[in-house]
């Protein structure tokens, strides 16, 4: 019973998870979590009038991919996110040196 109900406890979770999504974002995550292929969703998409994030009808299969990657899409909210970075190693030793 034990794996039963992590199963039921991983489908509350996602149905809480789409629930907190705009609708037109649902309805996308419901279609490719259902196993829609991409071109297919594309096409349904552009038949319901639901517009793409730059406002255009028409869905473009690599729109949607996007879509799909996004974490913002998928309803994850991320603030002051920074990543640091090593600098590069100088081309000339000119650090701390001055031109006299």
């Not at 992590?6 to 995550?29: G, H, M, Q, T, Y």
């Amino acid at each position: 019973m034990k794996g039963k109900e992590a199963n039921d406890a991983r489908l509350e979770s996602a149905i809480a998870w789409l629930r907190c999504l705009p609708p037109e974002a649902r309805e996308i995550w419901r279609m490719a979590l259902a196993g829609g292929k991409i071109h297919t969703i594309c096409r349904e998409l552009g038949r319901r009038g639901i517009l793409t994030p730059s406002g255009k009808r028409d869905w473009n299969t690599n729109t949607l991919r996007n879509v799909l990657k996004n974490r913002a899409y998928s309803g994850v909210i991320e603030a002051l996110k920074q990543e640091s970075v090593e600098p590069r190693r100088r081309r000339k030793a000119t650090y701390e040196k001055t031109s006299r």
